[in-house]
């Protein structure tokens, strides 16, 4: 995670992978670009109108390395809910991984999860989070899941029953859900044999690492507009997960304390755009934080392409000039929208230029 002590470097998969159901001929790269991007670049910070909405969010990724049975983080919630879980089994021997929901209240409860993606099950944490996110972003990929619950009924959200993680395994994703009432949302690890309803009775709840990173935080759709259009005379620039805006604040649902979301993990961007520009005009994604590896969507004309982040490797952004061009676009209408992959380091910029432009 955020500058997790635990970051295993991933190394970089050769090969190139072409853009593929291309969004008309608005876009008109056919791969992602590598670049070198200079500390120094000049690039002026664009103008863009904040506006923070969308679902609660609930995260729980402290303690991040689990070296004992029980539950790692709890809310009770309603209504658009979105969970952003990440944990490692760090002893010898299977654990199993739950995400229970529990209604505890007398009236029944309407469940349905309306998006998913989860990566896990090996030991390189970066490609795990940027599986996660692609399975997330594609609507390709989504299964159906929706019920009622009575009081005291249950369901479990990963597999029905947990998922089993080996010693060292990660296990990170993100649920989005629609909560007809009040509904207990538990993460915790126990044995593979254990009763799942049992132990989330009765399971003691785990202090946070050394890392902060947990809590309940509401409206966790942030969404950017992009005030004046781009025309590629010049470099210009938006920072996101570590901009002026800050982190989201919210809630440790299990102690009462203050909340702090280091990294955003958890919160969708949409960034907005404009481009009125006779020549082609470059996207680019740069990883001012550190190693980086996702994926997003580049929405246009009703189209919706998924791009990963980047497409040529697993990850980017090793060496602090390493940025990727993720597309040429001509004039019109653009939406980018992605959130904070586990494993990976934030903040990042996007950069518009003129596709022109040899070098900054």
């Not at 876009?27 to 670049?35: D, G, K, Y």
Request: a neutral charge; proline letters at 5%.
């Amino acid at each position: 995670m955020f500058e997790s002590k635990y970051l295993t470097k991933i190394g970089k998969i050769l090969g190139a992978c072409a853009f593929s159901a291309m969004l008309g001929s608005s876009t008109i790269a056919s791969a992602q670009t590598p670049l070198s991007i200079p500390e120094d670049y000049e690039a002026r910070t664009l103008e863009a109108q904040f506006v923070a909405n969308g679902p609660t969010l609930l995260f729980s990724d402290s303690p991040e390395m689990v070296y004992r049975t029980g539950i790692l983080y709890r809310d009770t919630v309603q209504g658009q809910v979105r969970l952003f879980f990440h944990h490692v089994n760090a002893v010898p021997g299977n654990k199993k991984l739950v995400v229970l929901l529990k209604n505890e209240k007398l009236r029944p409860v309407q469940y349905k999860l309306v998006r998913s993606g989860q990566g896990g099950h090996t030991y390189n944490w970066m490609g795990d989070g940027k599986e996660a996110q692609r399975q997330y972003f594609s609507d390709a990929e989504q299964r159906q899941l929706e019920g009622k619950l009575g009081f005291g009924q249950y369901v479990e959200l990963l597999t029905g029953k947990g998922d089993i993680l080996k010693q060292d395994e990660l296990l990170t994703g993100t649920l989005d859900l629609e909560l007809s009432a009040p509904t207990q949302l538990t993460v915790f690890m126990c044995e593979p044999q254990s009763d799942i309803l049992l132990f989330n009775d009765n399971a003691p709840i785990q202090p946070m690492d050394e890392h902060p990173l947990r809590g309940t935080f509401k409206n966790a759709d942030w969404n950017y507009a992009v005030k004046k259009p781009i025309d590629g005379k010049e470099a210009v620039k938006l920072k996101l997960a570590g901009s002026e805006e800050g982190y989201i604040k919210g809630v440790d649902a299990t102690t009462g304390l203050p909340a702090e979301n280091y990294g955003n993990y958890g919160v969708n961007y949409r960034v907005d755009f404009t481009v009125k520009s006779k020549q082609p005009v470059s996207l680019i994604l740069n990883p001012i934080g550190g190693s980086f590896a996702g994926y997003g969507v580049l929405e246009h004309e009703g189209k919706r392409q998924l791009l990963a982040l980047p497409d040529y490797a697993v990850s980017l952004g090793e060496t602090i000039e390493e940025a990727v061009e993720l597309a040429q676009l001509k004039s019109g209408k653009y939406s980018f929208i992605w959130s904070p992959p586990g494993a990976s380091n934030l903040p990042v910029e996007l950069i518009w230029r003129s596709a022109r432009n040899s070098k900054f």
